[in-house]
């Protein structure tokens, strides 16, 4: 099974960006459509992005379209989540999540095959 590391979690402005990585091992990554999701104080975890096997597609919640980035380079088996535009309402704690599925809509948590541990961005006003 794949093992998943998140990284690059701070405190950021609103206005400002972050880019988030997540480092697979035990398994290849291009394997696996590669998600992040997120889930904010006190409310339940939501689906964020999702890019395809080889990086050719991908898929955003409404919420953070045009805003936010979804990539992966599977030569350093490592996907990123590159957010832009950084709003208070984005300060959560952000997870990456595999999956062997890809379709291009929103994603459940539980349908995920691997998960990491989550990293925490925090948005000031």
């Known amino acids: 099974q794949v093992q998943l590391v998140e990284s690059g979690g701070g405190l950021a402005q609103a206005g400002g960006s972050v880019r988030l990585s997540c480092e697979a091992s035990?398994?290849?990554?291009?394997?696996?459509?590669m998600n992040w999701f997120r889930q904010a104080p006190g409310k339940e975890r939501e689906f964020v992005a999702i890019?395809?096997?080889?990086?050719?597609?991908?898929y955003y919640t409404d919420s953070v379209k045009g805003r936010f980035s979804i990539s992966r380079d599977n030569a350093k088996n490592t996907v990123y989540l590159e957010m832009d535009d950084l709003k208070p309402e984005d300060t959560a704690v952000y997870y990456c999540?595999?999956?062997?599925?890809?379709?291009?809509?929103?994603?459940?948590?539980?349908?995920?095959?691997?998960w990491g541990r989550g990293t925490l961005v925090t948005v000031s006003s």
């Open positions: 999540a595999a999956a062997v599925a890809y379709y291009s809509g929103e994603h459940n948590w539980n349908d995920m095959d691997a």
């Open positions: 035990g398994r290849t990554l291009s394997n696996y459509a």
């Open positions: 890019i395809s096997w080889s990086g050719a597609f991908t």
